[in-house]
């Protein structure tokens, strides 16, 4: 159950992230930022899906990783577990 709810905290943040960014050309500048083609940018930043879906593409799976959320200080529950339960 430990290793669903992590993947599911993941994709809310993912949700989130996306969310912030409400403009097209935020989310072009942003998915460059992160190692995104222009091209390939510019296609996913105007998608017409929701939030929720988007935060389960390969689009945001790819450019918002799990290294990227460590960087920002959000640790994953099984690494977090793993280290309060090592004998």
Known sequence: HMEELDQWIRRRLRMCEWK??????TRIRNL???G???????????????YWHIAN????STTLTNEYFNQLGYKSL??????????
């Open 20 to 25: 912030l960014w409400k403009k097209v050309r």
């Open 32 to 34: 460059i930022k992160l």
């Open 36 to 50: 995104m083609r222009l091209y390939f940018a510019k296609i996913y930043a105007n998608t017409r899906k929701g």
């Open 57 to 60: 593409s390969h689009i945001l």
């Open 78 to 87: 099984i690494s977090q577990y793993s280290k309060m339960h090592v004998n």
